[in-house]
């Protein structure tokens, strides 16, 4: 078998109440990191948990490179699931030293397993903290810990539920860097749960986007950015206008006038436009519009722009360029739209 | 110092459960619920046992129910439950203010010298009081100069309401001070600059936000003063206890069932206010851990009597019952006619408490699991079963034992293995509340993690689970010990014929009036009861 996890028609009903998990299916490829992403609450948590074996499926079926871990009738229980998980709170044990968390999913030989133990200690950069206590240690490096206790006995998968979001912004972006390079460096398979959609975008082999847990899109990071499968996915997933138009095959004609659409369609639509595909000129090419607003971060600016009839978009261009409010500007589409149904969303802006 | 960690569980206010729920993995439930349900049964039996002798009394038990003398027990006991209460929150409020939150000197040590009054049995602090205030007192040969050559007897109502108001207002200081010292400052100083000067701050903002926990402290109080039988029979005072002990001394059996019925309901009713006033407390903010250093009150011009209150509250619940058992103690060398070694007695005392203490925490464990972990209605009724000895004052467990003995198991009367149960029932609660409250501190994904590394449940539980709670279970452990060992009722009552112990050594040297060999007993119970809640304390600080 080619995947190293397969889910399918994954449900999971707490006490009668409307389904967290609703028929979800997954397949992850060895050495592949997949990135469960989604609103808080939406299910994310819950779907992880029931790979760890932490919650029984109410229907469906469980497969971890080749073992039926769960199904109608079998239940495996989580410590018989060669699955590794490292928590949100990182759950170190408070009564056993970083060496000693790091041995305890190992069995066998004593020397054995205090060769894994370093092996795994050097691997996350902590080999001279072997014998703190996990109070002693910062977020970051509780981290890492967490990490290597899970490695330690070769899981065959491994699960990580929201583990930056305990830790400092600052400190955040490298050990998502540190830990992405340690899962790569030991070719581990990864199910990651976050709702964070630049940790998301930054981390993923692929991406599996879940709302009031249904499973709405699974794709890369790029195609899940640029052609997101539904308005809601567009709206959780970066920055989106949205303009009303009418289409007729790749061209539909909208308030930015003759643009071009990614996929054909006909009749009213609506454009999902992302901020960075609007070209802001100081010519005469292009709808007119106005500055409204202007915020400045350094490596790029946000533009706030009025139509002529009051329509809002937003705009992201480089900092080459000195805009203020109330600037004469021209607006053009410098990449094609992607077009939705204009019922997709009731939510529409 | 956590100091209310020393209170049943059931009475601490404030406490909130995890966010995250803990669930069972498959595999302990249903061993956990097993012995779970054996422990109850153990504990129902005998309060089974109670109500058939009540029902069995028939129309002859509703009489006796009716009769004035049981109305007027009824009454003594409503009244000095309702007297106590008043004077032991008189007496904890200003005490618990003043150490916690004022510029009084030496705060700490009143503090802790005032708590120590929890160390001393009512029993023995009623013992000295009838000694020192009574007719030829210390009290009144202090007096004598200015011409008082007798003092009016303090036995009945007035003895056994001071006995019992010095003994139980740390009940009130310890809820009330850990209260005042999680207030949120904020909210003072939001008072302040919304132009509220001091006064009106403490009546508006900091008393309102005690009164859940000054609500605990009282209802405990209440709860205290209901079931204590010590204070009440050294005083005469007939309350419903005192009159329990003389009907199972006669083996009047219906007439005492119908009693301790009518008491338990008391006690019930007690707590079940005490559970809905605790459910509305939640809504008052209390703390989020990490506050800032709360500002000192100055007492200025009222720092002396401040000072002499304290002193004054310190001399009544410590400082007189010690004189008075060193008065004894010095007048020791007349011959005491039952002598009976000293090594004996302790060899006796802190046998049968750790044994006790032992049974009573391994009963507890699974039931505190089954209390963090309740998934189902039935585990709950379990748990709150097992927290019977919370309303079962110690002479009605001892009577309804006394019962059951004698219509099935005679062999079992008066002997040690039916004293073990008697005290396992009465103080399970103190170990459950305590296992239960380390075992919420502990993160549910350690064992989640565990189990993701290959251990199973039980393996999880054991290595994880337990080693982390040691500190909580151990506190239980020494809690049950402490109280094993001054609890006087169900000792006196099942105890083997000729098993003396510490209490019922003061007991029966009170009763023949031998007052000097109540020095040696009674200051030993002391000296281990301070030893055991110092090490408690101490625990609790040096505790992840």
Known sequence: ?349 | MQLSSILPTRFRGGGQRRQLPARWHIGNRQLVQGISLLVVASVMIPVAYLVIGAVGAGQEGIDYLLRTRTIRIVGNSVGLMLTTTLLATLIGIPFAWLTSRCDLPARRLFLVLGLAAMVIPSYLTAVTYSEAFGPKGILQSALEPFGVDRLPSIKGFVGATLTLAFVTFPYVVLPVRAALLHTDRSLEEAGHSLGLNRRQVFRQITLPQLRPALSTGMLMTALYTLSDFGAVAVMHFNAFTRAIFIQTESFRMDKASVLGLLLISMTMLLLALQSRLHTNGRHFRIGTGASRELQTVRLGKFKLPATLFCAAVILMGVAVPLLVLFKWLAGHTLTDPIHVSLELLIRNTVGVSAVSALVVTAAALPLALLAVRAASRFDRWLVKLAYAGNVLPGIVIALALVFFASQHMLSLYQTLPLLVLGYAIRFLPYSIGATESALEQINPRFEESARSLGLTAREALLRITVPLARAGILAGLALVFLNVMKELPITLILRPIGFRTFATRIWSAYDEAFLSSIALPGLALILVSATVLFVILRQERVAP
């Open chain 1, 1 to 349: 078998m080619e995947y190293s996890l397969q889910a399918d028609h994954l449900t999971k009903r707490f006490n009668g109440q409307s389904p967290a998990v609703n028929d979800i299916t997954l397949r992850v490829r060895p050495s592949e990191f997949l990135t469960l992403l989604g609103p808080s609450g939406g299910g994310k948590t819950t779907t992880l948990r029931l790979l760890a074996g932490f919650e029984r499926p109410t229907s469906g079926r469980i497969q971890i490179s080749n073992r039926i871990v769960a199904d109608d009738t079998r239940f495996t229980p989580p410590e018989r699931r060669k699955v590794g998980m490292v928590f949100q709170d990182f759950a170190l044990f408070p009564h056993v030293d970083v060496a000693g968390n790091i041995a305890f999913g190992l069995r066998g030989a004593r020397a054995d397993s205090q060769r894994r133990v370093k092996q795994l200690l050097s691997l996350v950069g902590l080999s001279q903290f072997a014998e703190r206590m996990p109070h002693e240690l910062s977020g970051g490096q509780q981290q890492r810990v967490a990490l290597a206790r899970a490695l330690a006995p070769e899981p065959d998968i491994l699960l990580l539920d929201e583990p930056f979001s305990n830790l400092d912004t600052g400190l955040r972006a490298q050990v998502r860097a540190d830990v992405r390079n340690i899962l790569r460096s030991t070719e581990t398979t990864a199910v990651f749960v976050t709702h964070d959609q630049q940790e998301a975008l930054s981390l993923s082999d692929e991406i599996a986007v879940i709302f009031d847990g249904r499973l709405v899109q699974v794709a890369t990071p790029h195609a899940i950015y640029n052609r997101p499968a539904t308005v809601q996915v567009a709206k959780f997933i970066g920055e989106a206008n949205f303009l009303p138009a009418e289409a007729h095959g790749m061209t539909a004609n909208s308030r930015l006038g003759e643009v071009k659409l990614f996929h054909p369609k006909t009749g009213p639509v609506q454009l999902m436009i992302r901020p960075e595909a609007l070209a802001v000129e100081f010519n005469d090419r292009g709808t007119p519009a106005v500055v409204r607003w202007r915020e400045f971060y350094g490596h790029y600016q946000r533009l706030g722009l009025a139509l002529a009839d009051g329509v809002e978009l937003v705009a992201r261009a480089n900092v080459d360029r000195y805009f203020q409010r109330g600037n004469q500007v021209r607006v053009t589409l410098a990449l094609p739209a992607l077009a939705y149904d204009p019922a997709s969303d009731d939510t529409l802006s």
